[in-house]
């Protein structure tokens, strides 16, 4: 309030001098003196903007959120498929899924980019906010000793069962038990998309304590190309 009181103010005292300018003048005169001012609205505007965007973000149903990691290759445009996949689903202007491609895990990195990726996927599977991750092999191994995932084998209906077993990825759980952890995406569309076929395939895991299995099955249809297969 103080910022808006003592332009008013400024703008008050320079009124009557404004009067005696030229229009180019005029120009001038604004652009040196409330430059600094424009500069703090434009700020104010952009914050303003950027807390509608969160609160309007808090307001919505998330009906599916996920990340891919180490995507060296541009396989999985978080935001191009998340667009895609609303648009299949239907949804409404108050519900979302939410992707995210920027992280990169290397694991024994003490570099800030992977530290932080790593720990931004931890804090949304304590949060249990994550239902899916896609991720390399070597990853695939790591987080199935650390993170409780689904056993795909129990978790797909059976149409989807019958059609994804050969791409299932089993690796062993913390307590020692094989289980299928992940199903490759060698053969989604996402790898058909891809501009080179030397890509490092990819993995994707389902966290055992999603509340979205309806949605979560709708991703796998869509990946695999099965929607209008039951």
């Known amino acids: 309030m103080k910022f808006f009181l003592r332009l008013k103010q400024s703008f008050s005292k320079d009124k009557e001098t404004l009067k005696t300018l030229s229009f180019s003048q005029r120009i001038r005169f604004i652009l040196d003196y409330y430059r600094g001012y424009a500069v703090i609205l434009l700020c104010l505007c952009l914050a303003g903007f950027y807390l509608g965007e969160v609160w309007m973000q808090t307001r919505r149903e998330t009906v599916l959120e996920g990340f891919f990691t180490n995507d060296e290759e541009n396989l999985f445009p978080a935001e191009t498929i998340s667009k895609d996949f609303s648009r299949i689903l239907n949804l409404s202007s108050n519900q979302q899924v939410i992707f995210d491609d920027s992280l990169y895990v290397l694991l024994g990195s003490s570099i800030d980019y992977h530290t932080a990726?790593?720990?931004?996927?931890?804090?949304?599977?304590?949060?249990?906010?994550?239902?899916?991750?896609?991720?390399?092999?070597?990853?695939?191994?790591?987080?199935?000793?650390?993170?409780?995932?689904?056993?795909?084998?129990?978790?797909?209906?059976e149409h989807l069962l019958t059609l994804l077993e050969n791409q299932f990825y089993y690796a062993k759980t913390s307590d020692g038990t094989t289980k299928a952890c992940a199903v490759s995406l060698e053969g989604s569309r996402f790898a058909k998309e891809a501009a080179s076929d030397q890509a490092a395939p990819h993995y994707l895991m389902v966290f055992s304590y999603t509340e979205h299995q309806d949605t979560m099955i709708q991703f796998l249809e869509y990946a695999f190309d099965l929607q209008e297969i039951q």
């Open 117 to 157: 990726s790593q720990s931004k996927i931890v804090a949304y599977i304590s949060a249990r906010e994550l239902d899916f991750l896609v991720t390399t092999k070597e990853l695939t191994d790591y987080y199935s000793k650390s993170f409780p995932l689904c056993d795909l084998e129990e978790f797909l209906p």
